[in-house]
């Protein structure tokens, strides 16, 4: 299936210092694009793949699990850390819990991790019904465009198929159970009102890493795809300044300004 336009992958080719974005469950690169230009403008190498079953329609996601999103993430890793001398992961969402396994997969290989709205369970009833039900019904409604601006819309599925949510909900167990392997820098961005993924998520995340050098930042205008909405800027200028204090020389080759 051809690829949504607007939802291809990003690629820019920098300087020594790499990052890696995932986007969500359901989502596309787009939810990140401009997160990624603005980090390439400052002279950074940026990857920002699609990840499998995402990007065309729904039924694609549904033959798709958490094994494939994580290897072609971690293929990607490996490609930047080729051709940079330090490589950071950052994510959206679900994005977030696979930047924080690459982190605690990898150690020393991944500098630090940014994550936005990171989710760390599936809520509810309907998540613990999920290794029945899903083999009764394809779908559910979709929860792409959790934003607060105004004509801003995500290029995610309207649909969610429940086969491809069960496997995130076994990915998250895992996850959560790994994030004591987390010791790199963290900068946590979260979102006062997110309607995807709750507050819990984020906290629970913060008390199970082992890291020490850890920042969490409240982003008090934005729903659940913050980096879509009015705390963009915020989540571009904070990124950028966590990135340089680890990597002094980053910005030194940009000539673009944030905003």
Same mark, same amino acid.
């Given at each position: ?7 291809e992958?990003?690629r820019?080719? !920098? ?5 890696? @974005? ?5 989502g596309?690169?787009?939810?990140l ?16 793949? @699609?990840?499998?079953?995402? !990007? ?23 490609q ?7 490589v950071f ?15 605690a ?15 760390n369970? @599936?809520? !509810? @009833? ?5 290794p ?7 779908s ?14 995500e290029?995610?599925?309207d ?16 996850v959560? !159970? ?16 997110d ?16 890291s ?13 795809v ?20 680890l ?8 000539t673009?300004?944030?905003?």
């Amino acid at each position: 299936m051809p690829v949504i336009p607007g939802a291809e992958p990003y690629r820019h080719d !920098g300087g020594e210092v790499g990052v890696l @974005l995932c986007h969500g469950f359901t989502g596309s690169p787009q939810s990140l694009r401009p997160w990624a230009e603005h980090l390439a403008a400052h002279g950074l190498s940026v990857s920002l793949p @699609l990840l499998p079953g995402h !990007g065309t329609r729904w039924e694609d996601l549904r033959a798709t699990g958490w094994q494939d999103w994580y290897a072609h993430l971690d293929r990607e890793l490996w490609q930047l850390s080729e051709r940079c001398e330090r490589v950071f992961v950052a994510g959206l969402s679900m994005g977030g819990a696979l930047a924080l396994r690459l982190a605690a997969r990898h150690g020393e290989r991944v500098a630090g991790v940014v994550v936005v709205n990171p989710a760390n369970r @599936l809520h !509810g @009833l309907a998540a613990h019904a999920l290794p029945v039900v899903r083999h009764l019904v394809r779908s559910t409604k979709g929860i792409a465009s959790d934003i607060a601006k105004d004509a801003t819309t995500e290029l995610g599925y309207d649909r969610v198929p429940l086969h491809a949510a069960h496997s995130l909900r076994q990915f998250l167990r895992l996850v959560d !159970g790994e994030l004591p392997q987390v010791t790199q820098p963290l900068l946590l961005l979260r979102s006062a009102v997110d309607h995807v993924v709750p507050a819990a998520d984020s906290a629970r995340v913060l008390s199970r890493v082992s890291s020490t050098d850890v920042t969490e930042s409240v982003l008090e205008q934005s729903y659940h795809v913050a980096t879509l909405d009015h705390d963009a800027d915020r989540i571009v200028e904070e990124s950028l300044a966590f990135i340089g204090r680890l990597a002094p020389r980053v910005g030194e080759e940009g000539t673009a300004p944030v905003g």
